[in-house]
């Protein structure tokens, strides 16, 4: 997290060795360990200027959730061009043909093929050999952005809506229009420590296809807990709500819910459905511990709809408290079942977490308004209290 973290971040020696990066993102990406907790240890540990970068990059994953939340239909868009795309799949055997190369490590690509063997083996890729990937995708194979999107949601263990999404369109130069991330022979070589040299890429990037960025939307306000005994569910997008909900809280009942298959257009692979099922328990068994209340795991009921109302017709309560679910597919399958349960006289409270609630109002354009914020938010968040972080 440290100066080590900060000069070779960007260096993929290869999956058997990887002590530069902290390979976090999975137990980030469902909250397992918090923003706060990392960003906090960092600080701790090696102080506000070797921390910097560290932070930094923890707050681009932040950026793209918040951006998204300004941003939703973007997410839905992405849904639209992907199903299209697919449609398109089955009627073209050509982009058919060049499509299964590529995810099956067949495009005669150096370091490409390693990369989509790798994912699918491992669940995982270093970040620069993501953007490399996707770059190499979108220029020199040519093939659409939504399908490579959602071959990296089938695999990552740190699947997530708003960084998969917003990366891609990043390098394709639709987040930021005009400015494209091309993936050239000298930095894969430098950023594979050697290992690849791949001649054959594309010398330019072509303009990809997409609609432009919408304008940006106000946040909701954010629920507060309600003054009366409650019930929590518990998604995949938050499993720490011990290390922010105070334990003397009166919860009646917890219950928990996964929509890992959900996540992308094909079936989702064993390895990331099996990190969000064990995700989704571990979240339950510290809640279990830290509230000292029930829990029940519906994520695996055949009719799921039926079992969360038959757990909230349970319940003496009336009030359900939910961690705020972000866009996504885990809101995609979820906004209607809560919206039965309100129809049917239940109080949802859908409540963010101070993290969230400070850094996603700096979230509207671009990283570096937010990047500026990121010393006085962790002030306000009273982050590694007496240490200032360089901006």
């Known amino acids: ?77 992405y849904i639209s061009d992907r199903d299209a795309q697919f449609h398109t799949l089955d009627k073209d055997k050509g982009l058919r043909a060049d499509y299964e190369s590529a995810i099956e490590g067949r495009a005669g690509i150096e370091g490409f093929d390693h990369w989509a063997k790798e994912l699918t083996e491992t669940g995982y890729l270093h970040n620069h ?47 930021t229009p005009g400015k494209t991330y091309l993936a050239k022979k000298e930095a894969i070589e430098t950023c594979s420590d050697g290992r690849f040299s791949p001649d054959n890429l594309a010398q330019s990037a072509r303009q990809v296809p997409g609609p432009e960025n919408p304008h940006p939307q106000q946040l909701p306000v954010r629920d507060g807990l309600p003054d009366e005994r409650f019930a929590l569910l518990l998604t995949e997008d938050d499993l720490s709500v011990e290390t922010w909900l105070n334990e003397h809280l009166d919860i009646e009942s917890i219950a928990g819910l996964h929509s890992a298959k959900s996540r992308c257009a094909a079936a989702v692979s064993e390895k990331a459905v099996a990190f969000t099922k064990g995700a989704l328990e571990d979240g339950l068994a510290r809640a279990v511990s830290h509230f000292g209340v029930s829990t029940q795991n519906l994520s695996d009921e055949n009719d799921r709809q039926n079992a969360l109302k038959d757990w909230a017709n349970s319940l003496e309560t009336r009030h359900i408290v939910v961690p705020y679910i972000p866009a996504g597919w885990t809101r995609d399958t979820l906004s209607p079942l ?27 354009k671009g990283f570096f308004k937010l990047r500026k914020q990121i010393p006085s938010v962790l002030d306000a968040l009273d982050i590694a209290e007496g240490l200032k972080l360089n901006g």
């Open 1 to 77: 997290m440290g100066t080590h973290y900060a000069h070779r971040r960007n260096i993929d020696p290869g999956e058997n060795s990887r002590p530069n990066v902290s390979q976090l993102s999975p137990f980030l990406r469902h909250r397992l360990i918090s923003e706060e907790e990392a960003a906090s240890a960092a600080l701790t540990v090696h102080g506000g200027e070797q921390a910097t970068k560290f932070i930094q990059e923890i707050c681009w994953r932040t950026y793209f959730k918040g951006w998204l939340e300004h941003h939703s239909s973007v997410w839905s868009d």
């Open 338 to 364: 809560l919206s039965d349960l309100q129809a049917n006289g239940f109080h949802i409270h859908q409540i963010r977490r101070d993290w969230d609630e400070c850094f996603w109002p700096h979230a509207k």
């Open 129 to 175: 050999a993501r953007m490399s990937f996707a770059s190499i995708w979108l220029f020199t194979l040519k093939l659409p952005w939504s399908l490579g999107a959602d071959f990296f949601l089938r695999h990552l263990l740190d699947g997530d809506p708003a960084s998969n999404t917003l990366s891609w369109r990043w390098v394709a130069g639709l987040h």
